[in-house]
């Protein structure tokens, strides 16, 4: 490949930005640092199964979730709207809560930020 010049060539501007010395937020109450992840889980006999989690923090109380055959960023949304519709039914936009994700394709997508506003 590479003596034909049939490699791909890198593209920086798509490489992810890490910083090693950036700390994770240390909340000192409930609600104020919220996480959100996904994991997949086999289940036998059926197959992979995606579980999206958000975790409060603080409590490390389990706030939204949600379990489907495909993570889509949409799934994303759905865990998130079900932890703001439980925990804060009357609204949490005086709670100055904060979401914290790392840099996968779901949380960076544009319809998540966008839609998650």
Excluded at 8 to 18: E, P, Q, S
Excluded at 25 to 37: C, E, N, S, Y
Excluded at 43 to 65: A, L, M, N, R
């Amino acid at each position: 490949m590479k003596q034909h010049n049939l490699q791909v060539k890198k593209n920086l501007k798509l490489k992810a930005v890490r910083r090693s010395d950036t700390k994770k937020p240390r909340p000192t109450h409930p609600h104020q640092w919220w996480g959100i992840d996904m994991t997949k889980v086999m289940v036998e006999g059926f197959g992979w199964v995606y579980v999206v989690i958000v975790i409060d923090w603080y409590t490390k109380k389990v706030v939204g979730h949600y379990a489907g055959l495909q993570s889509k960023a949409w799934h994303w949304l759905i865990a998130l709207n079900k932890a703001v519709n439980r925990q804060f039914p009357e609204g949490a936009r005086e709670y100055n809560l904060q979401l914290m994700s790392d840099n996968g394709c779901q949380p960076t997508s544009t319809s998540f930020i966008v839609n998650g506003k």
